[in-house]
């Protein structure tokens, strides 16, 4: 006889619960431990340095770019700039380099416009400045324009189409291959997705070959019934190790998020077919997850990318939405 036959109805909804609550908190346990583990809140390394300059140095743009910026704004912001700088020195240089001259370029800005009222900045942090090494590089690769016109700045583009033509599909041309190329074209629009504090820690890993797509896909659980039709797979991530406080711990799937509904935009618009698959998964598949080292420890997943070119007539479910009023509220 088996157990939930003796077992009253009540008393069996009540174990299924608790079992439910058990298993809730064995995997907040586990992503805390992550969390702890792999993300800078209680390490100085050079992932944290490199987060640190980005978003203090996001920080001053971000200042300059209000209506009226106040003078002397983000003492506390620079002394921990020029802190970064000079740590960055330690690390690799290859590492650090971009982050220190977007740092460099942020300083240039700020500067510039306190350049009438010096007096208002600890001489200290003007002669640190004025002795930064490789100034002039730093401030020329990152000299774009920060204003625009507003008819350049919305330009002629036609966003309700793609969104209103994209959705997910599960058929795919297996005799077309990706190249590089296309992929680079693919994913160089989406690097302007934003993240906080303009840290950039999202990435996206793209797997052909064919024999690990279907290995890896055995560890999700939305790709049932067209598995074998899989020609590509990409693997949104965040690196944990770019967030600096508890109040972060979600911030790697706020930001992630974004970044993945950006690359299935792009994929739209490059002619690629797509299907988002989700990794809500267990403890055990995680795990499994990384024993095939293309993720590092410190990258959570954010979800599975099935994509692929299109069959000449292209098939997918309607997926209707509820009507307009559901989504929004508004107060006047």
Excluded at 78 to 101: C, H, T, Y
Aim: hydrophobic share 40%; aromatic share 12%.
């Amino acid at each position: 006889m088996k157990l939930k036959q003796v077992i009253p109805k009540a008393a069996s909804k009540h174990l299924v619960k608790i079992k439910n609550h058990l298993v809730l908190i064995n995997h907040a346990l586990y992503d805390l431990g992550r969390f702890i583990k792999y993300s800078s809140i209680n390490a100085y390394n050079e992932d944290a340095i490199i987060t640190w300059l980005m978003q203090d140095s996001h920080r001053i743009e971000k200042g300059l770019s209000l209506r009226n910026p106040k003078k002397g704004f983000g003492k506390d912001v620079l002394v921990r700039i020029f802190k970064n700088i000079q740590l960055a020195k330690n690390f690799d240089k290859n590492l650090m380099s971009e982050s220190v001259d977007y740092a460099i370029f942020a300083l240039d800005l700020y500067f510039d416009y306190h350049k009438d009222s010096l007096d208002l900045i600890a001489p200290k942090l003007v002669e640190a400045f004025q002795s930064l090494e490789n100034k002039k590089n730093a401030i020329s690769s990152n000299s774009e324009h920060v204003s625009k016109d507003i008819n350049e700045y919305f330009g002629d583009y036609k966003f309700d189409d793609l969104c209103f033509d994209r959705a997910s599909v599960r058929q795919f041309d297996l005799s077309k291959n990706i190249s590089k190329e296309e992929l680079e074209a693919l994913i160089k629009p989406v690097i302007k997705t934003p993240s906080v504090c303009n840290r950039q820690h999202c990435k996206v890993k793209i797997i052909t070959e064919r024999n690990l797509v279907l290995d890896l896909l055995k560890l999700q659980n939305g790709n049932r019934g067209f598995t074998e039709d899989i020609p590509a797979l990409a693997i949104v991530t965040s690196d944990i190790s770019f967030f600096v406080k508890p109040e972060e711990r979600n911030q790697a799937f706020v930001d992630g998020g974004m970044f993945a509904m950006s690359l299935l935009y792009s994929m739209q618009n490059k002619g690629f077919v797509a299907c988002p698959l989700n990794w809500s998964a267990n403890i055990k598949n995680d795990k499994a997850l990384y024993k095939f080292n293309i993720l590092e420890n410190k990258e959570s997943v954010i979800m599975f990318i099935a994509f692929g070119r299109p069959l000449n007539t292209i098939l997918f479910a309607k997926s209707p939405r509820k009507s307009l009023n559901n989504f929004y509220q508004y107060y006047k």
